[in-house]
């Protein structure tokens, strides 16, 4: 991710500056962009993965994923539909234009070199067999990025790359027995599940996954919270992540470290539990003996 963004980063704001994009913008709130952070990312474990995580893993035959699906559609949609909005997705605003007297191209290109730096030292050492280098696949992703923004006026979105749009116009979809008001956005959820089908069964790891009562509706609970987190945040990991960061959006700079504490809170309280079962364990052995 991080070498996609500085591709973006790097390319993003000269673009703008030539004239060749148009960044609207809407107001943000700080203190709900780190609780919809923090909220996304904790319930990314119970999910199995962010926004479009979860439809990619329904491509690639995870059951408990479908629950998730689901519970964030129901979620983000719900909200939106009750808040008298639309499936229009939210772009948080640039940063000032200027800063210190410098153009933003200006300010995001140090950050990009940042990035680069950054990226290279969290990279994995090794690749698995068959798979992309980090290299290709950042590139590749932050190209798709940017690819998006160019694109994003021609079906009259005005914004590029965003999962929470298509879960809310299925969502209104659905509920309104309304097929017109499928479009691009439920599109473009639909062909994750569709390209991450096609990659499993090219790679012969397609398989239907078993899940428990438990699971599922532990799965469809962090679906809720994806939906709870993206809505308080205005965006997810895709559309303020991978899409708004790029653009030094502050929406976008409080969202991700804060879905990434989150992310981690989980795992975290798990590893304590496993560690202090021997404890308990030897302790209960000791009072019987």
């Known amino acids: ?26 107001g943000f709130d700080a203190g709900r962009a780190l609780l919809g952070g923090l909220i996304f990312g904790v319930a990314m474990a119970p999910a199995g993965g962010c926004s479009a995580g979860v439809w990619q893993h329904v491509g690639e035959g995870s059951v408990a994923c479908i629950a998730a699906v689901l519970g964030f559609t129901v979620s983000i ?18 940063v000032v234009p200027s800063l210190a007297g410098q153009p933003l191209w200006m300010v995001a290109l140090p950050a990009a070199l940042l990035l680069f730096v950054v990226a290279g030292r969290l990279a994995p050492s090794a690749t698995a067999k068959g798979a992309w ?6 590139i590749v992703i932050g190209a798709a990025g940017i690819s998006a923004w160019l ?16 879960n809310v116009a299925w969502f209104e979809a659905v509920l309104g027995a309304a097929p017109a008001r499928l479009n691009a956005a439920t599109v473009l959820v639909v ?13 012969g790891r397609f398989k239907w996954s078993k899940a428990s009562p438990r699971k599922l509706g532990g799965a469809f609970a962090g679906g809720v919270g994806l939906g ?21 959006a502050p929406g976008a700079l409080l969202f991700v470290p804060a879905a990434m504490l989150g992310s981690w ?10 560690d202090s079962e021997p404890v308990s364990a030897s302790s209960a052995e000791i009072g019987m003996s």
């Not at 500085?6 to 060749?20: E, F, H």
């Not at 949609?77 to 499936?87: F, Q, R």
């Not at 280098?133 to 950042?138: D, I, L, M, S, V």
């Not at 795992?267 to 539990?273: A, C, F, V």
């Open 1 to 26: 991710m991080w070498l996609a963004v500085a591709v973006q980063i790097a390319v993003l704001p000269l673009l703008a500056a030539a004239g060749w994009l148009s960044l609207p913008g809407i």
């Open 77 to 94: 949609g719900s909200i939106v539909h009750l808040a008298g909005g639309s499936a229009a997705a939210p772009v948080p605003q640039a």
């Open 133 to 138: 280098t980090w290299r290709r696949t950042g």
């Open 151 to 166: 694109l994003a006026g021609v079906d009259g979105r005005g914004f590029a790359l965003a999962i929470i749009p298509g």
């Open 191 to 203: 062909t994750i599940t569709l390209g991450a089908h096609v990659a499993a069964r090219v790679e």
């Open 228 to 248: 709870l987190g993206g809505a308080l945040a205005a965006g997810c990991t895709v559309g303020l992540g991978l899409r708004a960061t790029p653009l030094l």
């Open 265 to 274: 809170i989980v795992p975290l309280l798990q590893r304590l539990r496993q």
